[in-house]
């Protein structure tokens, strides 16, 4: 077993491994086989095979200084696509943390608008009939929490 781990790691010396351009013909690859099985076409099938094709030579390349070059260019053309989806990935990720955040308030807390100036209060939960006073427009008013 550990001499097949070693051939397996001598193979792997000097290959250039997998790189954003790998990465992204590979889910190329992926995604034109899902659309190969609900098309049943064999242009699309053979498409995601060059694909898949193109990825695994790349990966198993020891010319490593050109497909670093391929790389870099393919990094500098899909720079602006790249940030914008990296945006909206953080966005997303925020949204879900600030939805993840409010359940849990709402666990210990009443949470209710000021019937003045509609501004988001939270009071704790199991307090009865309390006089709340507005932060914003210093409203108060009674609720029950």
């Not at 290959?15 to 242009?43: C, E, K, P, Q």
């Not at 498409?47 to 020891?62: E, F, H, I, T």
Request: aromatic fraction near 14%; charged fraction near 20%; proline fraction near 1%.
């Amino acid at each position: 077993m550990n001499n097949f781990r070693y051939k397996m790691a001598q193979f792997f010396v000097g290959r250039t491994g997998v790189d954003a351009l790998g990465r992204a013909v590979s889910w190329a690859a992926l995604i034109l086989m899902l659309l190969t099985m609900i098309t049943h076409s064999n242009v699309v099938y053979l498409l995601a095979m060059v694909c898949l094709g193109y990825s695994l030579w790349r990966m198993l390349s020891k010319n490593y200084q050109k497909r670093y070059n391929e790389n870099q260019l393919f990094l500098q053309k899909t720079a602006g696509i790249r940030r914008f989806f990296g945006k909206f990935v953080a966005d997303c990720k925020n949204k879900f943390a600030k939805l993840r955040y409010n359940l849990n308030q709402r666990k210990t807390y009443a949470i209710f608008k000021c019937p003045g100036c509609k501004q988001k209060l939270r009071a704790p939960k199991g307090r009865g009939k309390i006089q709340v006073t507005c932060s914003k427009c210093h409203a108060v008013f009674i609720k029950k929490v």
